[in-house]
């Protein structure tokens, strides 16, 4: 299945949904760096120092994503559940992916 962007967007809403789902895959994959990578080296091998670099990226990125997303509910028409379901998926593992891939096929219909 084709990664297009709905058609029936303008380019300002198109570049806003491109926005978020940069900042999404960022947010997430510093997320799992931060618990697959990150912590097990912290607990499991005394190295403290990942968690003290990744987690702080993490944080930023996590902020700057939870604005953007805000942002673009303000310029696209979101489905209802789309804001409180963006912010709930960026505290699970895997969450952004899943949030993008749902959003854009609801955007689609």
Known sequence: MSQAQPSALTKRQNSALRN????????????????????PLKYMFDIPEAVSYVGPVHGVLFVAYVVV???TASRIKMPL????AGVLGSFLPFGPFIFDHLLKKSLRK
């Open 20 to 39: 978020l789902t940069i900042m999404g895959y960022l947010e997430g994959t510093s997320f799992l760096l931060l618990l697959g990578i990150a912590m």
């Open 81 to 84: 559940w789309a804001l409180p």
């Open 69 to 71: 997303l805000v942002i």
